[in-house]
Nanobody, 119 residues
Framework: QVQLVESGGGTVQNGDSLRLSCAAS????????MGWFRQAPGQEREFVAS????????SYVNSVKGRFTVSRDNGEMKVYLQMNSLRPEDTAIYYC????????????WGQGTQVTVSS
């Protein structure tokens, strides 16, 4: 079973950048699909980005395409979310997640890291 710990959140200005990191332990990292999700106050959690285990194929929600980049380092057992051109509507708690199955829901979650973008 994998454990996930996010870091890198903070408070930034509109248009700034942040890089989130997620460190994994307790599992074979390269065998997991990895994803980033976020939840804003009063809203449901939403998918942000993912990166596949075998070929590194990435996927993004439309609202972050061209601004966010997800990447992974299997040797370091980390996944990253580079966030550029941040907007106030990106304010949320960001969660890292791992999926061992090849489809369906993510099984393992981190505790989240807060990202606040002020206008």
């Amino acid at each position: 079973q994998v454990q996930l710990v996010e870091s890198g959140g903070g408070t930034v200005q509109n248009g700034d950048s942040l890089r989130l990191s997620c460190a994994a332990s307790g599992g074979t990292f390269k065998t997991y699909d990895m994803g980033w999700f976020r939840q804003a106050p009063g809203q449901e959690r939403e998918f942000v980005a993912s990166i596949r285990r075998n070929d590194g194929l990435t996927s993004y929600v439309n609202s972050v395409k061209g601004r966010f980049t997800v990447s992974r380092d299997n040797g370091e057992m980390k996944v990253y979310l580079q966030m550029n051109s941040l907007r106030p509507e990106d304010t949320a708690i960001y969660y890292c997640a791992a999926r061992r199955l090849f489809f369906g829901s993510y099984e393992y979650w981190g505790q989240g890291t807060q990202v606040t973008v002020s206008s």
